[in-house]
């Protein structure tokens, strides 16, 4: 057997999980995004794909991440929806970020974080906190 070849008896890679994003496009998504915080946790994911530290953090909490029935995750495209990200911190009081992790329940943030703070981690301890609230 050569140092090159390769072994029969290596599993097959699995495929990559899909991560459950639902896109943030649209403005009137965030009276949406409101509303539905009053009976089930929502999350924004704000993400520049121009930046290295926000491409390492995004690949860390897709990496780690668990919550899947328990909370539903917006990703924004900060460099095409740069409006929609401005209008976040404003009807949020939210400074705007990137990368940033901003969680809502009943209609108020109740937690976030940027840069390399972002974690699955950290939104699993915001997701604590609030889940059994609600």
């Not at 915080?37 to 995004?58: A, E, L, N, Y």
């Not at 009081?93 to 974080?113: F, R, T």
Request: hydrophobic share 35%; glycine share 2%.
């Amino acid at each position: 057997m050569g140092l090159f070849s390769r072994s029969k008896d290596k599993k097959a890679k699995e495929p990559k999980k899909q991560f459950p994003w639902i896109p943030l496009t649209e403005m009137s998504q965030l009276d949406e995004i409101k509303e539905k915080s009053k009976s089930k946790p929502q999350v924004i994911f704000k993400h520049s794909t121009r930046c290295g530290i926000s491409s390492m953090v995004i690949k860390q909490f897709e990496a780690t991440y668990s919550l899947e029935d328990q909370v539903d995750i917006y990703y924004l495209d900060l460099l095409n929806f740069r409006p929609i990200s401005l209008k976040i911190a404003e009807k949020f009081s939210v400074m705007h970020q990137s990368p940033q992790l901003i969680a809502l329940k009943n209609g108020e943030v109740v937690g976030h974080s940027s840069h390399h703070d972002i974690s699955a981690a950290s939104l699993e301890k915001i997701s604590i906190k609030f889940l059994y609230f609600f």
